[in-house]
Nanobody
Framework: QVQLVESGGGLVQPGGSLRLSCAAS????????MSWYRQAPEKERELVAS????????NYAGSVKGRFTISRDNAKNTTYLQMNSLKPEDTALYYC?????????????WGQGTQVTVSS
């Protein structure tokens, strides 16, 4: 079982920045592809950004490309999401996800979420 703990959310004005962190409780962190998802009220959860296990490839939703950056530090078992030029429509609960191929198939772990509110 992998526990994921997100932090760094909060209230920020439009145009501001936040950095989310996701700490994983596993010695095999480098085996997991990591992603950030978000879910706004009355909307479905959507993929925001993902990064491969070695950190060599990233992928972004079109709505955040050029503003958000996902990264990881395998030595610290932590994934980050740097969010710049924030907009009110970025307001959501942001979740960290860890995904890997196990002996029984794909395994997914989720954090509890951290709230990001963009408002003046």
């Amino acid at each position: 079982q992998v526990q994921l703990v997100e932090s760094g959310g909060g209230l920020v004005q439009p145009g501001g920045s936040l950095r989310l962190s996701c700490a994983a409780s596993t010695a095999t962190f480098r085996s997991y592809a990591m992603s950030w998802y978000r879910q706004a009220p009355e909307k479905e959860r959507e993929l925001v950004a993902s990064i491969t296990s070695p950190g060599t490839m990233t992928n972004y939703a079109g709505s955040v490309k050029g503003r958000f950056t996902i990264s990881r530090d395998n030595a610290k078992n932590t994934t980050y999401l740097q969010m710049n030029s924030l907009k009110p429509e970025d307001t959501a609960l942001y979740y960290c996800n860890a995904r890997a191929l196990g002996s029984s198939g794909v395994v997914n772990y989720w954090g509890q979420g951290t709230q990001v509110t963009v408002s003046s």
